[in-house]
């Protein structure tokens, strides 16, 4: 996003004060400053040092003096302008460095010949005049290299400035650039978000109408599958209500048949069984013998087991009468028959008379 | 003391009915479980049992054997059939040596076997009474008496065997009291003699030249009461059997007879025409109080108390001939309770006092009845003809009377349901009033 102070800040400043304009107008100045630098830089004769010579020594053999050569001087910084610039300052500084060194070596041929001159007169003096010199040169040089060094300083201030400026400006546009690609990022997130959510929407939508469909097919399906089993169920009931109502007509059928000829052998076991109950009951009067003691409503209950051949195998009194010689009297008469009359069918007789009970009560 | 011709109310029914309706709710539910048959009738017949001649060891005095006495006991009271020894197939002294089969095949349903043993002046009888069909024992004791008492070892074993089988006391160690007639030198001797139930072992506890009658036995069987005409007229004595005591107790002018004791043994019930009219009274036998507790102008006699002591049944002419009245209580009015035939005299209550015997006429014969006091049925017992003085055993199964027999009167014991007939084989002559001992402790 842009800053709205910044805009403001931005549509007050003056025309001037736009980095083209004060480029171009920087680069004006460098330009102005050059060709008077060179200008002053440009040989001039000078006028020949009065009384000085000079003779070629060996450096081994000479002394070492003190360099009238001025202190070196410090390189401007490089700049950081664009690249035309750029070389055409290197261009005009390597003229400079060459001019300098030019005058450097002319200097120190002077100055070999002021040596040689003042070895020649007045070592002493000229050693003092020189070193005056010396000084003067070197305080000459030293003024020029401050003032120098304050040019570069300046300029090194105002490329500094503008450096900074232009960094300022650069960090200004990489920062607008910058909101600017955060917003067009933050636009495109939100746009790709938007879509995204959209485009999620649209898969849920579709996954939902998927799943709705595929709900509704299988509800379909098991619709389908459900009246499928159904009719099936239904069929098979069908089925198995026809198999269960032959089945009940034929059980029904055969439940009659054997209803019929259970009744038949029931009424036969019962004839049977009334036929030797009677026969029992007949030979259990005659093998009784109730003892004077009996009276009415005394009873004692005694349970039979026969074997088949209708012997006896068991008795026992299963409920006394409390009078001992009346119960004896029965047992007694329960023992006396070798073999009980028993029906011919097995039926009968282990239905009936396996095992009975006898229930002596004298009616007096 | 039950009441004819009013609503019999009776415990045991009340408690019948609902048992009755539980028994056939049961009979339903379980009859197709299991058969019941209901057995309601018995042979009608006697015991077959089997009395093996008892062993004998040591020196045993002659005449009695105590087997012999023991199944001619059993045998007089109709109830049992005993074997003949001849007919047996063995003859066991003890129940190792006895092989049920045996007796079965005889068709036995009891066998009585034992042995005799003198020991000193005492004899010794070890005996064991066994169910043939069941093969078990039913009784094994051993009893000993003196030497010359055989008779009574044999009565009591007597009693022994027919209370296991029976489930009734035995009454076989009892005795009669009974009195004969016969002649002395031309005229009449009477004596009140007193016997085995069989007759044997009689002894005369009084003889005399005038009648004697109802002799009664006191409940403890001390003592007996009786009638006797020795003084010329009748008079009622109280005779002390041990001392032979006698005293009169009742004296009156005019009738004094048919004394009976009252169950608690302090009192009599006697007949005195004191009054002019024949009544029945209460003697206290010790103060001689008399109560009248009978007053009507027909004769009154024969008085006899209820077992329970509390009311008496008597003979009254009231209704213009000879029947049986009952009154429940001294101070009750009495009730009639006898209508079939024109004489009906003599009543004896029996010991449970649901049924009295009397003395019954009908076509022209007298006979012994009993009657069931609840239901008013009368059933004629006996068949001779000139029947009289009925007495009934202690555990009321077997009741003696007098009877003709030719020209002599007989004492005839019979089972109380009139089954078969035994006469005293002792008895011989004119044997009249027979009475009936109580159980002697």
Redesign the interface.
């Known amino acids: 996003m842009t800053d709205p102070r910044r805009e403001d800040r931005k549509e007050s400043r003056p025309a001037w004060t736009s980095p083209v304009i004060l480029s171009l107008l920087l680069h004006g100045v460098i330009v102005a400053i050059t060709l008077v630098s060179w200008h002053w830089i440009t040989p001039m004769e000078e006028p020949p040092e009065p009384s000085i010579s000079a003779r070629l020594v060996s450096p081994e053999t000479v002394p070492p003096t003190e360099t009238t050569s001025p202190p070196p001087q410090p390189e401007p910084e490089p700049e950081q302008p664009d690249p035309a610039e750029e070389q055409e300052e290197k261009a005009e500084q390597r003229r400079l460095e060459q001019e300098q060194e030019r005058q450097r070596e002319q200097e120190e041929a002077r100055q070999r010949e002021q040596e040689r001159q003042e070895q020649q007169r007045q070592e002493e003096a000229a050693a003092r005049e020189r070193e005056r010199k010396a000084r003067e040169a070197e305080e000459a040089a030293r003024e020029k290299a401050r003032a120098e060094a304050e040019e570069q300083a300046r300029q090194k201030a105002e490329e500094e400035r503008k450096a900074q400026e232009e960094a300022e400006r650069r960090a200004e546009e990489e920062r607008k650039a910058r909101e600017e690609a955060e917003q067009r990022a933050e636009e495109e997130r939100k746009r790709q978000e938007q879509q995204r959510k959209e485009e999620e929407e649209r898969r849920r939508q579709e996954a939902e109408r998927q799943r709705q469909e595929e709900e509704r097919r299988k509800q379909e399906e098991a619709e389908r599958q459900r009246q499928e089993e159904a009719r099936q169920q239904r069929e098979q009931q069908l089925e198995q209500m026809a198999r269960e109502a032959e089945e009940a007509r034929v059980a029904e059928e055969r439940r009659r048949e054997e209803a019929a000829a259970a009744r038949a052998r029931e009424t036969q076991m019962l004839n049977e069984?009334s036929r030797y109950?009677s026969l029992?009951?007949d030979a259990?009067?005659?093998?009784?013998?109730?003892?004077?003691?009996?009276r009415e409503?005394m009873s004692v209950v005694l349970?039979l087991t026969l074997l088949p051949s209708g012997e006896l195998q068991s008795v026992e009194v299963v409920e006394s009468s409390g009078?001992?010689?009346?119960d004896?009297?029965?047992?007694?008469?329960?023992?006396?028959i070798?073999r009980y009359p028993i029906p011919d069918s097995r039926d009968t007789f282990d239905r009936?008379?396996r095992?009975?009970?006898?229930?002596?009560?004298?009616?007096v | 003391m039950r009441q004819i011709g009013q609503a019999p109310f009776s415990w045991r029914k009340v408690i019948a009915i609902p048992a009755a309706l539980m028994m056939l709710a049961a009979l339903a539910s379980t009859a197709h479980a299991e058969l019941m048959i209901r057995v309601t009738k018995g042979a009608g017949e006697a015991v077959p049992v089997a009395v093996v001649p008892f062993g004998q060891s040591g020196d045993l005095p002659g005449g009695d054997n105590i087997s012999t006495i023991i199944r001619s006991n059993l045998e007089m009271t109709g109830e049992f059939n005993p074997l003949s020894a001849e007919r047996m197939l063995s003859l066991p002294t003890n129940g190792d040596d006895v092989f049920f089969r045996d007796w079965r095949m005889l068709g036995q349903r009891y066998l009585l076997v034992g042995n005799v043993t003198r020991e000193g002046d005492r004899v010794r009888a070890r005996y064991e009474l066994f169910d043939v069909n069941g093969e078990r024992r039913l009784l094994g004791e051993s009893s000993s008496t003196s030497v010359n008492n055989i008779r009574t070892l044999a009565h009591h074993i007597s009693d022994k065997v027919y209370e296991a089988l029976t489930g009734e006391p035995g009454v076989f160690s009892t005795r009669l009291a009974y009195v004969t007639l016969d002649e002395n030198e031309g005229k009449p001797r009477y004596r009140l003699q007193i016997s085995d139930v069989d007759g044997r072992r009689a002894s005369v506890r009084l003889e005399s030249r005038e009648p004697i009658l109802s002799p009664s036995w006191s409940p403890d069987g001390k003592r007996l009461a009786y009638v006797s005409f020795e003084s010329g007229k009748p008079q009622i004595f109280v005779h002390e059997l041990a001392s032979g005591k006698r005293t009169a107790v009742a004296s009156f002018p005019g009738l004094n007879s048919a004394p009976d004791w009252s169950p608690d043994g302090r009192s009599l019930l006697v007949t005195l025409s004191r009054s002019g009219n024949a009544e029945i009274y209460k003697l206290d036998v010790e103060s001689r109080s008399l109560t009248r507790l009978t007053d009507h102008w027909g004769i009154d006699t024969e008085g006899v108390w209820h077992p329970d002591g509390n009311g008496f049944a008597f003979t009254s002419d009231r209704s213009g001939g000879p029947q049986i009245y009952i009154k429940e209580s001294e101070n009750a009015s009495p009730r009639r309770v006898t209508f079939g035939g024109r004489y009906n005299a003599g009543a004896r209550f029996s010991p449970d006092g649901e049924y009295i015997y009397y003395v019954h006429q009908r076509d022209g014969a007298f006979h012994i009845a009993r009657m069931e006091l609840d239901s008013g049925n009368e059933q004629v017992l006996t068949r001779t003809g000139m029947d009289e003085s009925p007495s009934i055993a202690p555990n009321g199964r077997m009741l003696i009377y007098a009877t003709r027999q030719g020209d002599d009167s007989v004492l005839t014991v019979i089972s109380a349901d009139g089954g078969a007939a035994y006469t005293l084989p002792a008895a011989r002559g004119d044997v009249r009033e027979p009475a009936w001992s109580p159980i002697l402790r």
């Open positions: 069984k109950e029992i009951r259990l009067h005659g093998a009784w013998y109730p003892p004077s003691s009996a409503g349970r009078n001992r010689a009346f004896n009297s029965a047992v007694s008469a329960a023992r006396a070798n009936y008379f095992q009975f009970t006898i229930r002596f009560e004298p009616e």
